[in-house]
């Protein structure tokens, strides 16, 4: 796989993997969530999705992640959209999360990737919720 270059591993997910959906991964939540799915082909599995216990609904669209047993679990979330970053800090909260990695831009080739979710001036302050 390595040797395809980079070329090569997009062609091969956007051929094989992309719209692959194991049998056993049922994703109700997600399909009964649309307008909080950034994107209509990464799903959100309902048997390891976050639920939220607070807020106007349960849904993130947000998966626990276990790895080997002595590495810690972590979640894996989209990139928060307006109508979605109460949500998201209401996850970030209620999972008492310490570290966040951000692995995409806020805008990616003119188009809006990530809802910035945090203040844009050092020492500033933003308020979400209520």
């Given at each position: 796989m390595f040797g395809l270059g980079v070329d090569g591993i997009v062609k091969q997910y956007q051929a094989d993997l992309k719209t692959y959906i194991p049998p056993?991964?049922?994703?109700?939540?997600?399909?009964?969530?649309?307008?909080?799915?950034?994107?209509?082909d990464v799903i959100c599995i309902d048997k390891t999705r976050v639920i939220l216990q607070e807020g106007e609904s349960d849904y993130i669209h947000a998966n626990h992640v276990k790895g080997d047993p002595f590495l810690n679990s972590f979640i894996c979330t989209q990139g928060p959209m307006k109508i979605t970053v109460n949500d998201f800090w209401i996850m970030i909260m209620q999972e008492k999360v310490s570290n966040i990695v951000m692995l995409c831009n806020i805008l990616e080739a003119g188009k809006n990737k990530c809802f910035q979710?945090?203040?844009?001036?050092?020492?500033?302050?933003?308020?979400f919720g209520g």
């Open positions: 056993d991964m049922s994703h109700t939540a997600f399909d009964k969530n649309m307008k909080k799915n950034r994107y209509k979710y945090w203040p844009q001036d050092v020492g500033s302050s933003l308020t």
